[in-house]
């Protein structure tokens, strides 16, 4: 990220330059040193996977869990806990968090192949036991995979590429395209189950002439977006996907029936809340707090704000009012003679860091 300004400065000064900020990708990092400095340095990377310089230095690269820059486990929660990292749980407290053996080993299903399920799978299988993986999709990654669209959030694309490649090195016995049913459950003979199915976009109804796509399905192209749009919903998603849209030259405009988007302030790191809006300001995308959306016409979406009513001009409009726990499967086999578990999104609907830790919580106990 600084590179430009480490290339100016080397011809400026005899003394060694040290080079940080996103240094995470290691060919970047070596073609640096000599032209835009001598030394890097690792901050966060170095809280994801404490290992990053070991695993450079063998060119184990594809091994290497990725910094998110969610300051979800690290800044974001500093004031109020020890410095930790939403994909590394164990951060901040390896001496007593950390992963033992097995007592027996066992035989895991696990349903699911999103982050919560991929995370349940890497540590068991780290521990000694035996697991079966089953995605009902073509791919690994769940909602990581619409979530890491965006440049900016390419990262999150890298989060699934470090785990594809342990499930290989753990020896997960993963099956793609296998949904697990309460019917098919038991022909796994596993001696547990851990439901990890994670969770799907609400779908709303708005009366009048434009359909309503949800953010998910613009994000993975399944639905073309025109260049207005009116996105429902100012929480992170829709605010992500306003500023993806607007990066692409469309005119974006937000709609949030509460008074502040993105949960107001204080519910996400502020250092991401306020990149996040400036970067919506700068992109120009329109923000419109306590205003609800009425209806659609073929000139865009009627909304009402103060008793007021006007139309926001759209041609497309894209609604991301959350998302709802998908624990049909739990709720099937949770009665089982075998202990069934539910974990990640499927249990509660949250974020990237509380599937994982949730997950790593349940799997160094089994
Ligand atoms: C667009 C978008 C952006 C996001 N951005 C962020 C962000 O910036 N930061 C953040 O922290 N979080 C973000 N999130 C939330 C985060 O992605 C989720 O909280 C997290 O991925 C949940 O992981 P999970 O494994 O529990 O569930 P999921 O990712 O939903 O994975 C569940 C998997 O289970 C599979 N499955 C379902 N039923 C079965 C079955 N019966 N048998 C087999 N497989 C089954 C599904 O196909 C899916 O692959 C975002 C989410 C979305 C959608
Ligand atoms: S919490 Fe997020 S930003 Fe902080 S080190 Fe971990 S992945 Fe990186």
């Known amino acids: 990220m600084y590179r430009e300004f480490g290339r100016i400065l080397k011809q400026e000064v005899d003394v060694p330059i040290i080079l940080a900020g996103r240094m995470d990708n290691p060919e970047l990092a070596e073609e640096s040193i000599g032209t835009c400095c001598d030394i890097i340095s690792y901050g966060r990377p170095l809280l994801a996977d404490a290992e990053i310089a070991t695993k450079i230095k063998e060119g184990r690269v594809e091994e290497i869990r990725p910094c998110l820059g969610c300051h979800e486990g690290c800044m974001g929660r500093i004031a109020n ?14 001496n007593i968090y950390g992963l033992t053996p097995a007592l027996q080993k066992k035989k895991i299903l696990v349903a699911g192949g999103g982050i919560a399920g991929m995370e349940t799978a890497r540590v068991c299988a780290l521990r000694g036991h035996d697991v079966v993986l089953c995605e009902k999709s073509d791919h690994l990654g769940g909602n990581l995979i619409p979530g890491g669209v965006p440049h900016f959030k390419r990262y999150d694309l890298k989060l699934v590429d470090y785990y594809k490649r342990q499930m290989e090195l753990q020896g997960v016995e993963v099956h793609l395209n296998t949904e697990v049913t309460a019917d098919t459950a038991k022909s796994f003979q596993a ?9 799907t976009p609400k779908q709303m ?9 949800t953010a998910d399905e613009v994000l993975l192209g399944k639905q073309d977006a025109s260049d207005q749009i009116v996105i429902i919903g100012g929480g ?3 605010c992500e ?6 990066q ?16 107001e302030h204080g519910a996400m790191p502020h250092m991401n809340y306020y990149m996040l809006t400036d970067l919506l300001n700068y992109h120009k995308v329109d923000i419109y707090t306590d205003t609800k959306v009425l209806k659609t016409t073929s000139d865009g979406v009627v909304v009402e704000t103060d008793g007021t009513q006007k139309v926001l001009p759209a041609k497309t409009v894209i609604a991301s009012i959350g998302y709802k726990e998908n624990n049909m499967l739990y709720e099937q086999l949770k009665d089982s003679e075998i202990p069934v578990y539910n974990i990640g999104d499927s249990r509660q609907v949250h974020n990237i860091m509380y599937a994982i830790w949730n997950a790593y919580e349940l799997a160094r106990g089994l």
């Open 81 to 94: 806990a020890t410095v930790s990292c939403a994909v590394n749980p164990a951060c901040g407290r390896e």
């Open 236 to 238: 992170l998603v829709g």
């Open 191 to 199: 001696d547990i189950i851990v439901c990890a199915s994670g969770s």
């Open 241 to 246: 996907t306003a500023l993806w849209l607007a």
């Open 205 to 213: 109804t708005v009366n009048g002439e434009l359909p309503v796509y």
């Open 248 to 263: 692409q030259g469309k005119k974006v405009s937000v709609v949030e029936i509460l008074p502040e988007i993105l949960g």
